[in-house]
């Protein structure tokens, strides 16, 4: 079965500071796809990116960037000289087989970026 | 305008009352899903459709139904809501055509069960 942990409940840092919000997921597929959604404190889900179970190249834009690492089942999501508008809940997500079906997102860590 | 639109935005009902949650997309998207959100455990998938004659379960469908009017829209109906209802509802669409396997969301539908 998919599972995705997200063990940091709450992060608080201060404006400027690099933050570094890890997700670990478990799938038993071979081909598979994860996902960073961000919740602002207006409520909507804004999709960040996906990347792909075959694409282990780590992904930069802007002050956001990935590392995926197979190896350790692991997608963490860095912000780097965080700002106060990157106050959010932020989620990630595993779908199986090709993304066909469901996602199953983990429970989020609350980033709180202080001035 | 936006891409996925729900109503109603926010509702309070009382326990026993049927309600119903809609969803409409402009996207051109083949998938719809409804979700519930709820403090401390992310989303969790109540239903979703695949295309229009495809219903599938999720993982908490129990007490819900849904309908697939068209490909634009997808309705989430509480046949008699129960407090532990209470919730943040998303809808989200995907177009698994083009290969692109995310899901845009809509703004939410905060529901309160009395």
């Known amino acids: 079965a998919q599972k995705v942990t997200q063990a940091q409940t709450e992060i608080s840092v201060v404006e400027k500071e690099d933050v570094t919000l890890d997700c670990v997921y478990e799938t038993r597929d071979t081909t598979y796809y994860l996902f960073w959604y961000k919740q602002p404190p207006s409520g909507e889900l804004v999709f960040l990116i996906r990347?792909?179970?075959?694409?282990?190249q780590n992904e930069i834009s802007g002050r956001y960037s990935w590392n995926f690492q197979k190896s350790t089942s692991s997608f963490n999501f860095t912000i780097t000289a965080s700002q106060v508008v990157d106050s959010a809940v932020y989620f990630c997500?595993?779908?199986?087989?090709?993304?066909?079906?469901?996602?199953?997102f983990g429970k989020g860590t609350k980033l709180t970026v202080n001035p | 305008d936006a891409d996925v639109t729900q109503t109603p935005r926010n509702r309070i009902t009382k326990t026993g009352k049927r309600i119903m949650l809609e969803c409409s997309q402009t996207k051109g998207h083949d998938r719809m899903y409804w979700y519930r959100q709820d403090p401390g455990l992310g989303l969790r998938l109540i239903y979703y459709s695949f295309d229009v004659k495809d219903i599938n379960k999720g993982e908490i469908s129990d007490g819900y139904s849904v309908s697939r009017q068209a490909q634009a829209k997808f309705s989430l109906s509480l046949e008699s809501a129960i407090p532990n209802q209470t919730a943040l509802y998303f809808c989200?669409?995907?177009?698994?055509?083009?290969?692109?396997?995310?899901?845009?969301f809509g703004p939410g539908t905060r529901l309160t069960v009395t």
């Open positions: 989200a669409t995907s177009d698994n055509r083009q290969g692109a396997y995310e899901q845009y």
């Open positions: 997500a595993l779908s199986e087989r090709g993304g066909s079906e469901k996602l199953v």
């Open positions: 990347r792909n179970s075959f694409d282990e």
